[in-house]
């Protein structure tokens, strides 16, 4: 069966400095993951997706994604914060149950300081 | 386009009160699906659709029940309101032609249940 971890609950980074908010995977079979943001109080927004490609996946918002199989990881990251990326942040992976299910990792809430 | 949109965005039931959440979507897309958000635990999909008329149980279905009966609509109903289902409620939608695993879902604006 197919799952997520994000390590951190909570990440809290000063403005221009970088972003990191990490992911773990756990499938049988060679994943879809995606990485999703919703700022408050609003619906969830696609930032990017790995779909057995390039490896490293370039988003929205500056946003990039390195899919490692090795250590089964697909860590977000972002040179530069900036106040308006401080939202929750999804790591998701497709189920290949069909049907295009998703499975939501726990979430990881970034906080962006002056 | 509108996308996906989702009726009402706010509501406050009673304990063993009924309600209906609509979700529609402009898209035409064949897949939709009904998650809840509760802190700390992401979203869990609730019921799904793969098309008109047809519509199958999620991971957390028990005190939900689900009608697709337009392809653009997805309907999702409470017969009696619980606290436990108070929560943030999304609707999501997804093309679903491909026959891959990685299309992308789109979602609505969330609908936020309180069950006193």
């Known amino acids: 069966a197919q799952s997520v971890t994000q390590l951190d609950s909570h990440v809290s980074v000063s403005e221009g400095t970088p972003v990191l908010l990490r992911c773990n995977y756990s499938?049988?079979?060679?994943?879809?993951l995606f990485w999703y943001v919703q700022h408050p109080n609003k619906g969830l927004q696609l930032l990017l997706k790995y779909t057995s490609a390039a490896t490293l996946v370039k988003g929205i918002n500056g946003f990039e994604a390195e899919f490692k199989k090795s250590e089964t990881s697909f860590h977000l990251t972002k040179p530069s914060a900036h106040m308006s990326d401080a939202a929750e942040y999804f790591c998701?992976?497709?189920?290949?149950?069909?049907?295009?299910?998703?499975?939501f990792g726990a979430g990881t809430r970034l906080a962006v300081h002056p | 386009n509108a996308g996906v949109t989702q009726t009402p965005k706010f509501r406050v039931l009673k304990t063993g009160q009924s309600m209906t959440l609509l979700c529609a979507q402009d898209m035409n897309h064949e897949y939709m699906y009904w998650y809840r958000q509760d802190p700390g635990m992401g979203l869990r999909l609730i019921h799904y659709s793969v098309g008109e008329g047809t519509t199958a149980k999620g991971e957390v279905p028990d005190g939900y029940n689900v009608s697709r009966l337009k392809k653009q609509n997805f309907l999702l109903g409470l017969e009696s309101a619980a606290p436990s289902q108070t929560s943030v409620y999304f609707c999501?939608?997804?093309?679903?032609?491909?026959?891959?695993?990685?299309?992308?879902?789109?979602f609505g604006p969330g609908t936020r249940l309180t069950v006193l």
């Open positions: 998701v992976v497709s189920d290949w149950g069909g049907y295009n299910k998703l499975i």
């Open positions: 999501a939608s997804s093309p679903g032609t491909s026959g891959g695993a990685d299309n992308e879902q789109f």
């Open positions: 499938s049988s079979y060679s994943p879809s």
